[in-house]
């Protein structure tokens, strides 16, 4: 039944992000692909917010953890599609516009990070997990 929830949840990302991605094509233009900076902003912001709540209050299970981390954030956040983008930029020979984008996905996107997790720490509390022991903190464990 995971899997069935992971996949829902990748179709849900999927449709969000091909949304975000043609909303702001529409709005800010196709001369720099601000959709796809968005998206990885904004999934960084959600993972490093998802991450640190599941760190501190234990509250949710491993499940539902990998069902939005693994499904939804992993289909929603784009850095395959940035690396191509990157890569187009780079080959028209826009060598400014391409670091551009690479330093604006890669230095926002780990401040996003920390900011998602910075945020959490403030709202909730330290809730000792049950048995308090170690638990190592990665997504898809």
């Given at each position: 039944?995971?899997?069935?929830?992971?996949?829902?949840?990748?179709?849900?990302?999927?449709?969000?992000?091909?949304?975000?991605?043609?909303?702001?094509?529409?709005?800010?233009?196709?001369?720099?692909?601000?959709?796809?900076?968005?998206?990885?902003?904004?999934?960084?912001?959600?993972?490093?917010?998802?991450?640190?709540?599941?760190?501190?209050?234990h509250?949710?299970?491993?499940?539902?953890?990998?069902?939005l981390?693994?499904?939804?954030?992993?289909?929603?956040?784009?850095?395959?599609?940035?690396?191509?983008?990157?890569?187009?930029?780079?080959?028209?020979g826009?060598?400014?516009?391409?670091?551009?984008n690479?330093?604006?996905?890669?230095?926002?996107?780990?401040?996003?990070?920390w900011?998602?997790?910075?945020?959490?720490?403030?709202?909730?509390?330290?809730?000792?997990?049950?048995?308090?022991?170690?638990?190592?903190?990665?997504?898809?464990?």
């Amino acid at each position: 039944m995971l899997v069935l929830y992971i996949a829902l949840a990748g179709a849900l990302g999927a449709l969000a992000r091909w949304g975000l991605v043609l909303l702001l094509g529409r709005v800010a233009g196709l001369e720099f692909p601000w959709g796809t900076l968005a998206v990885n902003l904004i999934g960084c912001l959600l993972i490093g917010m998802l991450m640190e709540a599941v760190e501190r209050t234990h509250l949710i299970d491993h499940e539902i953890r990998v069902v939005l981390a693994v499904g939804f954030i992993g289909t929603f956040t784009t850095f395959s599609t940035f690396a191509y983008e990157s890569l187009q930029i780079a080959r028209s020979g826009e060598w400014l516009r391409m670091g551009m984008n690479l330093t604006l996905n890669v230095v926002l996107g780990f401040f996003l990070v920390w900011l998602g997790s910075q945020a959490i720490r403030q709202a909730l509390p330290r809730r000792p997990a049950a048995g308090a022991h170690f638990e190592q903190s990665t997504i898809e464990k």
